[in-house]
């Protein structure tokens, strides 16, 4: 059985987002989740404004 976890991506500016994207942070957590047995239940994203 795999352990639910919720992923968290950020950026706080807009030149971090180019550097490390929201998506690039969700893929590499999904790929971390996948490889040490989590399932993805929920995934949270904070956005520069």
């Known amino acids: 059985m795999l352990t639910p976890a919720a992923l968290y991506a950020r950026v706080s500016s807009d030149r ?3 550097d ?3 998506s ?3 893929r590499a957590l999904k790929e971390y ?3 040490n047995g989590y399932s993805v239940a929920r995934e949270y ?3 520069a404004e």
Do not use: F, I, P, R
């Open 16 to 18: 971090q987002d180019v």
């Open 33 to 35: 989740a996948k490889a």
């Open 24 to 26: 690039a942070q969700l």
């Open 20 to 22: 490390l994207s929201v």
């Open 45 to 47: 994203v904070d956005e």
